[in-house]
């Protein structure tokens, strides 16, 4: 079965720490993306990546940064947490695929950190 | 960049009855993907449909069909003979390169 692993379900952390939150997906998707999910406020992009080493800006970059060394593994990083940081971080990943490519590829998602920064 | 918006926070709807959720989204492109997905208590995401935009015949998944209308940036999902196991956020997506989603439409269904 495939599947898009989170590391952790739920996650402590006190202001100002450095928080690494991994996702490891086993389909060999070229494309990772992470989310956070606020109740009202729906799924928001934070970054995605379709390729090793390559990483593009989502809608709220900001107090984020990503690392993708290996193709099945997408690190979010909290360089400074923030208590407006906390939240439902959901990971997701699929095939490559562009507009015109006959591709209607889904998301395949993990199953979310719930972080807390106190 | 590209928007979705789902005006309905929150929905209900008697079991057996049909339901529709609406969803809009803002777009300069001609190609392009859009989706529904269904969030359980579980927290995991769960595709329940998807419609190309060069498709012009709406797309349907047993008790599950879209109305998408391009020209009005309109897609819209109905749930015929809804069960309580539809009970759920859900949400509208849409796709070029990356995905979008809106912020979500609670739906409860009655006994």
């Known amino acids: 079965d495939v599947k898009v692993t989170q590391s952790s379900r739920y996650l402590v952390k006190r202001t100002g720490e450095k928080v690494f939150l991994e996702c490891v997906q086993d389909?060999?998707?070229?494309?990772m993306f992470w989310y956070r999910q606020d109740p009202g406020l729906g799924l928001r992009l934070i970054y995605f990546s379709y390729d090793v080493k390559m990483k593009e800006k989502g809608d709220i970059p900001e107090g984020y940064s990503v690392s993708r060394e290996k193709k099945e593994r997408f690190s979010l990083i909290l360089e400074s947490a923030s208590t407006n940081q906390t939240s439902m971080y959901l990971c997701a990943s699929n095939r490559a695929g562009w507009t015109g490519t006959s591709t209607n590829e889904k998301l395949f998602f993990g199953s979310g950190t719930q972080l807390s920064v106190l | 960049a590209q928007t979705v918006t789902q005006s309905q926070p929150e929905m209900s709807v008697q079991e057996a009855e049909t339901v529709t959720l609406s969803c809009t989204y803002d777009?300069?492109?001609?190609?392009?993907?859009l989706f529904w997905y269904k969030q359980p208590p579980s927290r995991q995401m769960i595709l329940v449909i998807r419609q190309e935009a060069y498709k012009q015949q709406n797309a349907t998944e047993n008790r599950f069909s879209v109305n998408f209308q391009k020209a009005a940036k309109s897609f819209s999902l109905k749930i015929s003979d809804s069960q309580l196991g539809d009970a759920a956020m859900y949400f509208c997506a849409y796709r070029t390169n990356d995905m979008r989603f809106g912020a979500g439409t609670r739906l409860t269904v009655k006994p």
């Open positions: 777009t300069s492109e001609s190609d392009y993907y």
């Open positions: 389909m060999d998707h070229e494309n």
